[in-house]
């Protein structure tokens, strides 16, 4: 009867083991890991800046992203920084994609840039857009080049111009999307014709540079760091 018993606790014991245990699980791969965190995290920052005249070469701005995104890959090996700097004589944009983390370390870096007094590579620079889980990468690495159009020669300040900044922005972002196709085109056509950066107007890029209600890069990191206040007044009026 004892062993009976002790048999019955047994298999009943078992049973209960499998109903109470949670299931084993899976271990994952660093690719699993990476996947998932694209998909949650992945953004994609717009930011447009004035080059100075008479500034440091262009080539330094470009050293200094590539340095910073070399370390950025060792820092972050799960958040890989993808997307574009294209540099005129007068103007940039800078389209970069990757987790929140590594874009406001970009944006912190670009701060401290700006306060380097003796050593001046852009100036004015604004957020244009910030485009939160985007379906997939535009780029798929991350790259400069360097462009001159009769365009940009003449390109001078447009302070005064009428057009509304949404209007603009969606320019941008048109353009921005041509430039990632054609870049995709020519990867797959090795030796084909070079790659032709149409419909990015420097002219648009300065004039974005002016506009007041588009956010410098600090005034981003500070709306996102700064704590939230509800006016309930305004609240009972609205809803």
């Not at 440091?56 to 370390?71: G, I, V």
């Not at 244009?128 to 985007?134: G, K, L, Y």
């Not at 111009?161 to 020519?186: C, G, H, N, R, Y």
Request: hydrophobic fraction near 35%; include cysteine.
């Amino acid at each position: 009867m004892s062993a009976m018993k002790t048999g019955a606790n047994s298999e009943r014991s078992g049973d209960e083991m499998d109903e109470d245990e949670e299931p084993e699980h899976k271990t994952q791969s660093v690719l699993d890991v990476y996947l998932e965190r694209e998909k949650l995290l992945h953004q994609r920052l717009y930011l447009v800046a004035r080059l100075p005249k008479g500034g440091k070469d262009r080539t330094e701005l470009a050293a200094h992203y590539e340095k910073l995104s070399l370390q950025l890959s060792k820092r972050f090996p799960l958040d890989n920084m993808t997307g574009i700097l294209l540099l005129y004589s007068s103007c940039l944009i800078h389209v970069i994609e990757s987790s929140r983390d590594v874009l406001f370390t970009i944006l912190e870096d670009l701060i401290e840039l700006q306060e380097e007094t003796d050593c001046v590579l852009l100036e004015a620079p604004k957020i244009v857009f910030m485009a939160h889980s985007p379906r997939s990468r535009q780029f798929q690495q991350w790259s400069y080049k360097l462009l001159n159009t009769e365009t940009d020669q003449a390109a001078g300040s447009r302070e005064s111009d009428p057009t509304e900044t949404e209007t603009l922005i969606l320019e941008i972002l048109s353009s921005v999307t041509t430039v990632a196709k054609q870049l995709e085109q020519a990867k797959r056509t090795e030796g084909g014709p070079p790659v032709k950066m149409h419909g990015l107007s420097p002219d648009v890029l300065i004039t974005l540079t002016y506009r007041e209600d588009l956010f410098t890069p600090q005034q981003y990191l500070n709306m996102y760091q700064s704590p939230l206040h509800v006016n309930l007044e305004i609240c009972k009026r609205h809803f």
